[in-house]
């Protein structure tokens, strides 16, 4: 079972005219994901892909029912994206665009408060659920179905894991890259949650990075809960120096606190283990199932 997506997941693609939209919405149509319209104002009444496309995400919903959206919008128009599909009610929405302003991004978060939307993003390659549905950017061919859901604040080490989840036999029910930008919509710790809460999730693995304090807010959560579930954690950028970015824009520690010992600390006194390596997680987590390798 899957989080977040199913069968019935319908995506409208607010963007889908441009490169980025055309390419990535192509690749999502292949898997089997339902995309049911895209949305770009001035062009409503036209057809791409074979969808139809809209002026504004409300009437896309109206006439097609879609339930998620993906959004292929610029940084700099993004913003107005997100708070247009919170406002028309859409209960999912990924938002794969990176390096939107901080300052639009704290508007979008105002503007989930009180909402029924869930956010995925900025800068998020988006949510998989192997078999069932494709909402991002993400590249395919190594996952497979299975009990282990992935939370990651990096794309490419995701798909690293993901091979890795695969080729100890477990597979994935959910993969979800929450955004790799210091602000965006759900955080690892709502992940966790919505897994510990999925009776076919067996096991998570959490990715994270340095910057933050969002791998500590899973750890106080898991301390509260005492679940059952083993949990698997990754901790990148032990060697990078403070206050200088590491590639995504909220990898950049200020202080001790956002560094990856002391995330990697939370996590272990939380009852988390900490995969040694980024090559040997798949074995990690296939140990704490008590899998064959």
Not at 255 to 268: D, M, Q, Y
Request: glycine fraction near 12%; include cysteine; charge should be negative.
């Amino acid at each position: 079972m899957a989080i977040l997506l199913d069968q019935d997941t319908k995506i409208v693609a607010q963007g889908l005219t441009g490169w980025a939209g055309t390419h990535h919405v192509a690749s999502m149509m292949e898997y089997g994901s339902k995309v049911v319209g895209g949305v770009r104002p001035g062009k409503g009444g036209r057809s791409h892909l074979g969808l139809p496309i809209f002026d504004t995400v409300a009437a896309a919903r109206a006439a097609t029912g879609a339930n998620a959206s993906i959004v292929f919008v610029p940084p700099a128009t993004a913003a107005a994206a997100m708070i247009e599909a919170i406002e028309a009610e859409i209960p999912l929405v990924v938002a794969v665009t990176e390096r939107v302003p901080t300052l639009d991004m704290i508007r979008v978060k105002d503007a989930l408060k009180g909402s029924n939307t869930r956010l995925v993003g900025a800068n998020s390659q988006g949510v998989l659920a192997p078999g069932v549905c494709k909402l991002g950017v993400m590249a395919t061919g190594s996952e497979r179905p299975g009990g282990v859901g992935i939370v990651s604040r990096s794309a490419s080490l995701t798909s690293e894991v993901v091979a890795q989840v695969s080729a100890a036999g477990l597979g994935q029910s959910t993969t979800i890259g929450v955004g790799g930008d210091a602000v965006h919509g759900m955080s690892m710790r709502d992940c966790v949650e919505l897994f510990l809460a999925d009776p076919e999730t067996d096991g998570i693995v959490l990715i994270g990075e340095i910057g933050g304090h969002e791998e500590q807010e899973v750890a106080d959560h898991l301390s509260a809960a005492k679940t059952d579930k083993p949990l698997v954690a990754l901790v990148v950028g032990a060697h990078a120096p403070r206050e200088k970015r590491m590639g995504h824009a909220g990898a950049l520690a200020f202080g001790a606190t956002e560094e990856a010992t002391a995330k990697i600390a939370a996590l272990e006194r939380a009852g988390v283990r900490i995969a040694p390596s980024a090559h040997l997680v798949g074995r990690t987590i296939a140990d704490a199932l008590g899998s064959p390798r």
